[in-house]
């Protein structure tokens, strides 16, 4: 089992709607959990930082974490084509501090007029 | 203009010809890492650095070399390069104090024949 994973898509959406993106994360004690938005040919961008103690609203977005389950959501209110990315999600595992990271090979969002 | 910058971004190379790729952050983050992105496996963290002549490894280290003489700079070093290494790599820089917030580099693409 990987350690984080994604559907890959492609996630496809109708303008306006909301599109919900999971990931899956297998260490249960992983206490920080990131959401980055990749444009086809660009760096990755960190759009969400969630601790393990709580959800986070920043605009369209919402991060939400489920640690029964032990997933991660993101939530993109009122899509917009230019939201049409691959979105990846990253764990801390336990005890390592910020800087170790393990991704999720992504999700591809595709918002549609 | 908070920035990270690679160089170079675009490399063709031949198996076994040592090669250093730059990286250079300009916001005195402390944290500093390379990562590397292949089609279906995400990114994938190579070396992180936590300060200055701290570095450790990531989930792929073999074949890399890292160093962290000064706080901006955070060079990759292929000693010999083998075409399983022709990727796209990603340095990034991290600050954790405050609100979260972590840059990538313009990445650079490498082929190793």
């Known amino acids: 089992q990987k350690e984080v994973e994604q559907n890959s898509g492609p996630l496809s959406v109708p303008e306006g709607a909301i599109a919900s993106l999971n990931c899956t994360y297998s260490d249960r004690g992983s206490q920080s959990f990131f959401w980055y938005r990749q444009y086809s040919g660009k760096s990755p961008e960190l759009i969400m930082f969630i601790y393990s103690n709580g959800d986070k609203e920043d605009g369209r977005f919402t991060a939400q974490l489920n640690k029964a389950s032990q997933y991660v959501s993101l939530l993109i209110r009122d899509s917009q084509p230019s939201d049409s990315a691959t979105y990846l999600c990253a764990v801390n595992p336990p005890g390592s501090g910020y800087n170790k990271l393990i991704f999720g090979a992504g999700t591809r969002l595709a918002v549609h007029p | 203009e908070a920035q990270v910058t690679q160089n170079p971004r675009y490399l063709i190379t031949v198996t076994g010809k040592k090669l250093t790729v730059t990286c250079s952050q300009n916001m005195n983050h402390e944290y500093m890492s390379w990562y590397r992105q292949d089609p279906g496996l995400g990114l994938r963290q190579i070396y992180y650095?936590?300060?200055?002549?701290?570095?450790d490894k990531g989930d792929v280290p073999e074949g890399y070399k890292v160093s962290r003489k000064e706080k901006r700079n955070f060079p990759l070093i292929l000693e010999s390069p083998s075409p399983n290494q022709t990727s796209l790599y990603f340095c990034a820089s991290m600050r954790t104090s405050g609100q979260i917030a972590q840059y990538f580099g313009p990445g650079t693409r490498l082929l190793v024949l």
């Open positions: 650095s936590m300060n200055v002549e701290v570095t």
